[in-house]
C-alpha cells in the first residue's frame, strides 16, 4: 500500500467543529487507500484523550501539543520579518524533524496538507519529490480581508496586513504543489481569481454531512420548556464570525421578534462562550447554553434554526446539519456561500434585519398556527433531499482521491463527485454572475 504524509493544523478528532469535521472525514478515507503518517497539533488538552484513537488509523503519527501564548509570540513576530502571522503560528521545529526524518526514508511519495500554514513542511527540497496536494479548505486571507473591514483601527490594519501576506504565501504554495483544494466551487473560482497563476491546479470537493445521525427526530423528548417557541444558533462560541452572528442578531431582530412573540426564546448552542456572548444572556428570553453533549435534540425541537453570519468563507456546516435534520433555516447570504441550495423551495435567505424579522415572524406564526404547517415541512423535506443528494461523504471524498492520483471509478455518481478534482486539468470555465 502507498504511504502519505498527512499535516493538520488540528488532530481530527472529534468531528464537532467544520475544520476537524472535514479533516476527519478525510482521514477516515485516506486510511483505506494509504499508510498514513499523521503529523498534526493538539490545541486543546481534552483532546488528548483522543490521541490514541486516531492514531489507530495510521502507520506513525507525531502529535503536538500547541502552547498558544508561544504561538503568539510567533505571530507576533513574523511581522518584524514581513512573513503571514498564520504560518509562523503553526511553526514548529520538533514537527520539522519528524517530517524531515519521515521523508529522507524515501518511501513517502504522497503528501497532503490540511490548511495552509501545514504546507511549510513540505515546502522545502524534500518535498518536492513528492506528489503534494494543498487542501486550503477556504479562501482563509479573505476572511482576514473580512476582519479587517469589520473591526476598528489599528485592528483593522493588523488584519489587512496579515490578508496581503497570507495571500502571497498562498499563491506560492498553490504554485508549487501538484493541485490545490477547496471546499466548494464558489471558494475555488475567488482563489481563481486571487491567483490567476494557480487556476489549472486549482480545484474543489464539497463537504459532506453524516444523514444517518443528523437524520429528523419526530419522537424526540421535548427539550424546551412548555409553551417556548425556539429560533436555534449553533456553533463554536469563540470564533468571532459566530460571536459577530449572534451579537448581530440580538441586537437587531431579537427586540422585534420579542415583542411579536413573547413566549419566543433564543438559543446560543456551542462550546467556549466567550465573555461576549455569555453576556447576551442578560438580555430577556435570551438563552447561552456552553457545551452540550448533543445538539441534534435543540435543532430537532426549534420553530426556526438561524445563521445570521455577516463574515464568512467556505460552507457552514451549522447549516448543512439543520437542513440534514428537516429544519426551516432562515441564514444570509454569506451563511451560503458554497451550498447550492435554492431560497424559498429548501431554506430561506434574509439580506438585512428587515429581511430577517419578516421571515422569521411569518414562520413562526405558521407554526403557532399550524394553517402553513405543511410548506414548513415541505421545505424541511426538500432540504434533508438536498443534502443526501450532493453532500455525500463517500462520494465527495472521491474528488480528493482524483487530486491524490488514485485510480478513478467508473459510476456516475463517481463522475459527478470528481468533476470539481480534475476541473485543474482541464480547460476552466468561470462561472456565469
Same mark, same amino acid.
Given at each position: 500500500?502507498?504511504?502519505?504524509?498527512?499535516?493538520?493544523?488540528? *488532530?481530527?478528532?472529534?468531528?464537532?467543529? =467544520?475544520?476537524? /469535521?472535514?479533516?476527519?472525514?478525510?482521514?477516515?478515507?485516506?486510511?483505506?487507500?494509504?499508510?498514513?503518517?499523521?503529523?498534526?497539533?493538539?490545541?486543546d488538552?481534552?483532546?488528548?484523550?483522543?490521541?490514541?484513537?486516531?492514531?489507530? *488509523?495510521?502507520?506513525?503519527?507525531?502529535?503536538?501539543?500547541?502552547?498558544?501564548?508561544?504561538?503568539?509570540?510567533?505571530?507576533?513576530?513574523?511581522?518584524?520579518?514581513?512573513?503571514?502571522?498564520?504560518?509562523?503560528?503553526y511553526?514548529?521545529?520538533?514537527?520539522?524533524?519528524w517530517?524531515?526524518?519521515?521523508?529522507?526514508?524515501?518511501?513517502?511519495?504522497?503528501?497532503?496538507?490540511?490548511?495552509?500554514?501545514?504546507?511549510?513542511?513540505?515546502?522545502g527540497?524534500?518535498?518536492?519529490? $513528492?506528489?503534494?496536494? /494543498?487542501?486550503f479548505?477556504?479562501?482563509?486571507?479573505?476572511?482576514?480581508?473580512q476582519?479587517?473591514?469589520?473591526?476598528?483601527?489599528?485592528?483593522?490594519?493588523?488584519?489587512?496586513?496579515?490578508?496581503?501576506?497570507?495571500?502571497?504565501?498562498?499563491?506560492?504554495i498553490?504554485?508549487q504543489?501538484?493541485?490545490?483544494?477547496?471546499?466548494?466551487?464558489?471558494?475555488?473560482?475567488?482563489?481563481?481569481?486571487?491567483?490567476?497563476?494557480?487556476?489549472?491546479?486549482?480545484?474543489?470537493?464539497?463537504?459532506?454531512?453524516?444523514?444517518?445521525?443528523?437524520?429528523?427526530?419526530?419522537?424526540?423528548?421535548?427539550?424546551?420548556?412548555?409553551?417556548?417557541?425556539?429560533?436555534?444558533?449553533?456553533?463554536?462560541?469563540?470564533?468571532?464570525?459566530?460571536?459577530?452572528?449572534?451579537?448581530?442578531?440580538?441586537?437587531?431582530?431579537?427586540?422585534?421578534?420579542?415583542?411579536?412573540?413573547?413566549?419566543?426564546?433564543?438559543? /446560543?448552542?456551542?462550546?467556549?462562550?466567550?465573555?461576549?456572548?455569555?453576556?447576551?444572556?442578560?438580555?430577556? =428570553?435570551?438563552?447561552?447554553?456552553?457545551?452540550?453533549?448533543?445538539?441534534?435534540?435543540?435543532l430537532?425541537?426549534?420553530?426556526?434554526?438561524?445563521?445570521?453570519?455577516?463574515?464568512?468563507?467556505?460552507?457552514?456546516?451549522?447549516?448543512?446539519?439543520?437542513?440534514?435534520?428537516?429544519?426551516?433555516? $432562515?441564514?444570509?447570504?454569506?451563511?451560503?456561500?458554497?451550498?447550492?441550495?435554492?431560497?424559498?423551495?429548501?431554506?430561506?435567505?434574509?439580506?438585512?434585519?428587515?429581511?430577517?424579522?419578516?421571515?422569521?415572524?411569518?414562520?413562526?406564526?405558521?407554526?403557532?398556527? =399550524?394553517?402553513?404547517?405543511?410548506?414548513?415541512?415541505?421545505?424541511?423535506?426538500?432540504?434533508?433531499?438536498?443534502?443526501?443528494?450532493?453532500?455525500?461523504?463517500?462520494?465527495?471524498?472521491?474528488?480528493? =482521491?482524483?487530486?491524490?492520483?488514485?485510480?478513478?471509478?467508473?459510476?456516475?455518481?463517481?463522475d459527478?463527485?470528481?468533476?470539481?478534482?480534475?476541473a485543474?486539468l482541464?480547460?476552466?470555465?468561470?462561472?456565469?454572475?
Amino acid at each position: 500500500m502507498r504511504e502519505l504524509l498527512f499535516l493538520a493544523h488540528r *488532530l481530527p478528532y472529534p468531528p464537532n467543529k =467544520g475544520d476537524k /469535521i472535514r479533516s476527519w472525514h478525510m482521514l477516515q478515507y485516506l486510511s483505506r487507500h494509504f499508510r498514513v503518517h499523521l503529523g498534526c497539533f493538539i490545541d486543546d488538552d481534552d483532546d488528548w484523550q483522543h490521541a490514541n484513537s486516531v492514531a489507530a *488509523l495510521c502507520a506513525s503519527t507525531r502529535f503536538i501539543g500547541l502552547r498558544r501564548g508561544a504561538a503568539r509570540w510567533r505571530a507576533m513576530q513574523a511581522l518584524l520579518s514581513r512573513q503571514a502571522m498564520s504560518v509562523q503560528y503553526y511553526r514548529d521545529d520538533g514537527l520539522l524533524q519528524w517530517v524531515d526524518g519521515l521523508l529522507s526514508c524515501g518511501k513517502v511519495r504522497h503528501a497532503l496538507a490540511f490548511s495552509g500554514p501545514m504546507a511549510q513542511y513540505i515546502d522545502g527540497s524534500a518535498g518536492r519529490a $513528492l506528489h503534494r496536494v /494543498i487542501d486550503f479548505v477556504d479562501v482563509d486571507s479573505d476572511k482576514w480581508r473580512q476582519y479587517g473591514d469589520s473591526k476598528p483601527w489599528p485592528m483593522s490594519q493588523l488584519y489587512r496586513h496579515e490578508a496581503h501576506m497570507l495571500l502571497q504565501y498562498e499563491r506560492h504554495i498553490a504554485q508549487q504543489f501538484t493541485a490545490a483544494s477547496f471546499v466548494s466551487p464558489a471558494e475555488a473560482a475567488l482563489f481563481r481569481q486571487c491567483a490567476p497563476m494557480a487556476r489549472r491546479k486549482t480545484g474543489y470537493f464539497n463537504n459532506g454531512v453524516d444523514t444517518a445521525y443528523f437524520t429528523p427526530l419526530p419522537d424526540q423528548p421535548p427539550i424546551y420548556p412548555p409553551g417556548v417557541q425556539a429560533l436555534v444558533f449553533t456553533g463554536a462560541m469563540d470564533y468571532w464570525p459566530n460571536i459577530d452572528a449572534v451579537q448581530w442578531f440580538v441586537r437587531h431582530v431579537w427586540p422585534a421578534l420579542r415583542r411579536q412573540f413573547p413566549q419566543l426564546q433564543f438559543y /446560543i448552542v456551542g462550546s467556549a462562550p466567550v465573555p461576549a456572548v455569555t453576556a447576551l444572556a442578560r438580555v430577556a =428570553g435570551v438563552v447561552v447554553t456552553g457545551k452540550v453533549p448533543d445538539i441534534r435534540p435543540y435543532l430537532a425541537g426549534a420553530a426556526l434554526v438561524v445563521a445570521p453570519l455577516r463574515i464568512a468563507r467556505g460552507v457552514q456546516n451549522k447549516v448543512l446539519e439543520a437542513m440534514a435534520m428537516g429544519k426551516v433555516v $432562515l441564514a444570509t447570504p454569506h451563511a451560503l456561500e458554497g451550498i447550492a441550495a435554492q431560497p424559498g423551495l429548501e431554506l430561506l435567505l434574509a439580506r438585512d434585519d428587515v429581511e430577517f424579522i419578516h421571515h422569521a415572524a411569518r414562520v413562526l406564526r405558521h407554526a403557532q398556527g =399550524g394553517a402553513a404547517e405543511g410548506s414548513g415541512a415541505a421545505m424541511g423535506t426538500a432540504a434533508r433531499q438536498l443534502v443526501l443528494q450532493d453532500y455525500n461523504w463517500e462520494r465527495n471524498l472521491r474528488g480528493l =482521491g482524483a487530486m491524490l492520483g488514485l485510480p478513478a471509478e467508473t459510476d456516475a455518481d463517481t463522475d459527478a463527485a470528481v468533476s470539481g478534482a480534475i476541473a485543474p486539468l482541464l480547460p476552466v470555465r468561470e462561472p456565469s454572475t
